[in-house]
């Protein structure tokens, strides 16, 4: 049973640039993908950017040019880099560990998330 314990968010302003942070404990190599989540008040979680093992991105077109996501197997940790922070960015975010076959399914268990707060 993979672990996933998200951290990095925070109180910023429209425009500044967060990076969150998502460690692993146990194995993620039974995922072919992991991917990041939202979840603003009062909306369903939805899906932002995801990273399979060949190294293939891919965003919501509301987060492309804007967001990157990557990992570093080494340290079984997945990140989030986000510049150019908006109100409407602010949510919890998760991570995820899944399958990756033309859309993402979620596989592992959700963390308590990290909380991004993006004021106008």
């Known amino acids: 049973q993979v672990q996933l314990a998200e951290s990095g968010g925070g109180l910023v302003q429209a425009g500044d640039s967060l990076r969150l942070s998502c460690a692993a404990v146990?194995?993620?190599?039974?995922?072919?993908?992991m991917a990041w989540y939202r979840q603003a008040p009062g909306k369903e979680r939805e899906l932002v950017a995801t990273?399979?093992?060949?190294?293939?991105?891919y965003y919501a077109d509301s987060v492309k040019g804007r967001f990157t996501i990557s990992r570093d197997n080494a340290k079984n940790t997945l990140y989030l880099q986000m510049v150019s922070l908006k109100p409407e960015d602010s949510g919890a975010y998760y991570c995820?560990?899944?399958?990756?076959?033309?859309?993402?399914?979620?596989?592992?268990?959700w963390g308590q998330g990290t909380q991004v707060t993006v004021s106008s």
């Open positions: 146990g194995s993620t190599h039974i995922f072919n993908a």
């Open positions: 990273i399979t093992t060949a190294g293939g991105t």
């Open positions: 995820s560990g899944g399958w990756y076959n033309y859309k993402y399914f979620p596989q592992s268990n």
